[in-house]
């Protein structure tokens, strides 16, 4: 049974554009969750989304949003890059809301 | 917000010798207390996890300790060895459900 994956692994960006992360979680599993973790911290969570509905967020930018697809998928979108947004970004999947979480293996985004 | 600390920062230990790690918050309403090993590189992975209707779990050499009351846990890992080196992070939750995790404990055994 796959893990979770997501896409792409790395990627280089310049300040002021746009990104688009994505993830695909353990199948049966409804959540999916989106962390930012910088080197050397602990992840920082952004959101969770169950069942397609938005059930946390944490304290980032509006410039920061995510979307979960009607096979549990989901996407994460940061518009208007900034240096400091430079990090892993890791996608973790459960089977509900309040449960074991599973990572997969982040998008390491640097911002030029 | 939920506040979390864990200490120490870094453990150095010889192997074979025990590692505590201990994490305090600060939301009586977290009722989900995990452990995840980070190694250079890689992702977080779950080593063990309890819930807040139980007081200790054991794992073969981990164990996770939960005083509800003063708000903390605490990981222990025995007979450490080298592969046990990494970052170890706690992430209570429970009350609002957002995952809070601690700044990680370097944990380095030396052979």
């Known amino acids: 049974d796959a893990g979770v994956t997501q896409s792409p692994t790395h990627l280089i960006k310049t300040r002021g554009q746009h990104v688009t992360l994505r993830c695909s979680p353990i199948?049966?599993?409804?959540?999916v969750s989106w962390y930012q973790q910088v080197l050397g911290q602990g992840p920082q969570f952004i959101f969770q989304y169950y069942e397609k509905e938005e059930r946390g967020r944490g304290n980032f930018p509006d410039r920061f949003s995510a979307r979960q697809f009607p096979n549990y998928s989901s996407e994460l979108n940061v518009n208007a890059l900034l240096l400091g947004d430079s990090a892993l970004y890791l996608c973790?999947?459960?089977?509900?809301?309040?449960?074991?979480?599973?990572f997969g293996p982040g998008t390491r985004l640097l911002v030029l | 917000g939920e506040n979390v600390e864990q200490h120490p920062s870094t453990l150095s230990v010889q192997e074979g010798d025990s590692a505590v790690i201990k994490c305090t918050y600060s939301d009586s309403a977290s009722n989900y207390f995990p452990w995840y090993k980070q190694e250079l590189g890689k992702r977080p992975q779950l080593i063990i996890d309890?819930?807040?209707?139980?007081g200790e779990k054991k794992d073969q050499r981990i164990a996770v300790t939960l005083n509800k009351t003063a708000k903390h846990f605490s990981l222990h890992i025995t007979e450490t060895q080298p592969e046990d080196s990494a970052v170890y992070f706690c992430?209570?939750?429970?009350?609002?459900?957002?995952?809070?995790f601690g700044r990680g404990t370097s944990l380095i055994v030396h052979p």
């Open positions: 973790a999947s459960s089977l509900g809301h309040v449960e074991t979480q599973y």
């Open positions: 309890i819930r807040s209707n139980v």
């Open positions: 199948s049966g599993h409804k959540s």
């Open positions: 992430a209570p939750s429970g009350g609002s459900y957002i995952p809070t």
